[in-house]
Nanobody, 126 residues
Framework: QVQVVESGGGLVQAGGSLRLSCAASGRTVIRSAVGWFRQAPGKEREFVAAITWPGSVTGYADSVKGRFTISRDNVKNTVWLQMDSLQPEDTAVYYC???????????????????WGQGTQVTVSS
């Protein structure tokens, strides 16, 4: 059972930056693609970014392309989401999710991810 934990959320002004982290808990080793999703109040969960394992390919939603960067360090067993030029519409709970072991290709579909964190709140003020 893979357990992932997000951290790094908070309150930031428009134009600011935040860096989210997604770490595997305990002795868990993530050997699969990892994605970030977000859900704003009253809206459905949406894909934000994903990265393959070991990390040569990344994918982004059009709404964040050029502003967000996903990366991973497989030694530290951590995935990051660097978020720059944040806008109020980026306000949401951000979730990290991992695909099943050995599923190395990234996906934009939440159903392809088996292991989800509890989420971290990102609030961007105007």
């Amino acid at each position: 059972q893979v357990q992932v934990v997000e951290s790094g959320g908070g309150l930031v002004q428009a134009g600011g930056s935040l860096r989210l982290s997604c770490a595997a808990s305990g002795r868990t080793v993530i050997r699969s693609a990892v994605g970030w999703f977000r859900q704003a109040p009253g809206k459905e969960r949406e894909f934000v970014a994903a990265i393959t394992w070991p990390g040569s390919v990344t994918g982004y939603a059009d709404s964040v392309k050029g502003r967000f960067t996903i990366s991973r360090d497989n030694v530290k067993n951590t995935v990051w989401l660097q978020m720059d030029s944040l806008q109020p519409e980026d306000t949401a709970v951000y979730y990290c999710a991992a695909r099943p072991d050995q599923a190395v290709a990234l996906s934009r579909y939440g159903a392809d991810y088996w292991y989800w964190g509890q989420g971290t709140q990102v609030t961007v003020s105007s």
